[in-house]
């Protein structure tokens, strides 16, 4: 088992205008393989962080490591490959592709990036994408537009496609705001499943406002608890 932090950020600090800090981390980290759930408010950043994390953003102090790389002394080019291969990423609003198909929408991380391509133990991406489908339930859809699809089957499309190619690290950004109580747990309970399945346990991390969510972590950090000294 490893100990190694798969997001390792110390001293950071970002804000949209200069002078007016959104977040100031003293220290956030989250050992390879867990599970982490962090509680924030709406409004406190937690999206603003993951964009940090992803490397979409880029923090005006500190450091940002992830899987051991840190971010702020990458170009951007080099921020995108880290993120189109090793990191699936599950959207509050999933960002599916309107115009594809769900089996297009499941395959979209293999075809921009040969890194999630070469993982795929099924044989071929049809195969792998068949093989997510069919273990996430969406199997008899995979030729629909994914428009098609209900909201709770867009959101096991969302797991498939990012965990497809098996990333390192999948971040997920409150996807079940819009499910009832009983859909949500079981959306969560396939999330936390399927994560756990690849060969090397899967580096989780799943941010929302609602603290109730924590069970099914292996550990629940609060937003507020990791910063320091923010106006405002
Ligand atoms: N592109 C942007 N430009 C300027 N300010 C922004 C931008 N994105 C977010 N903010 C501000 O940064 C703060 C944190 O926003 P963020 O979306 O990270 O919070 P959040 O915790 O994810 O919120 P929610 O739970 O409501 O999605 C908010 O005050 C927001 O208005």
């Given at each position: ?172 950004d409150e996807p079940t705001s819009s499910l009832d109580t009983d859909r949500r747990d079981a959306f969560l309970a ?43």
């Open positions: 088992m490893t100990t190694a932090a798969a997001i390792h950020l110390r001293d950071v600090q970002f804000g949209y205008k200069p002078g007016h800090p959104i977040l100031q981390i003293d220290d956030f980290s989250v050992p390879a393989g867990r599970r982490v759930f962090l509680h924030g408010p709406s409004g406190s950043g937690k999206t603003t962080l993951l964009s940090l994390i992803s490397g979409v953003l880029v923090a005006q102090r500190g450091s940002v490591t992830v899987l051991g790389q840190d971010l702020t002394k990458l170009s951007a080019p080099a921020r995108d490959t880290l993120r189109g291969s090793q990191i699936g990423y599950i959207f509050q609003g999933f960002n599916l592709i309107p115009y594809l198909t769900v089996a297009e929408n499941i395959a979209l991380p293999c075809d921009l990036h040969p890194a999630r391509r070469k993982r795929i133990v099924a044989g071929s991406v049809v195969d792998e994408v068949a093989r997510l489908a069919r273990r996430l339930d969406i199997h008899t859809h995979l030729d629909a537009p994914v428009t098609h699809l209900s909201t709770g089957q867009q959101q096991r499309v969302a797991i498939a496609r990012a965990i497809i190619g098996a990333p390192e690290l999948v971040i997920a396939l999330l936390t499943e399927v994560t756990s399945e690849a060969k090397d346990p899967t580096t989780l991390l799943f941010v929302s406002h609602d603290r109730s969510l924590a069970s099914h972590f292996d550990e629940m950090l609060s937003l507020e608890g990791l910063r320091a000294g923010v106006a405002g």
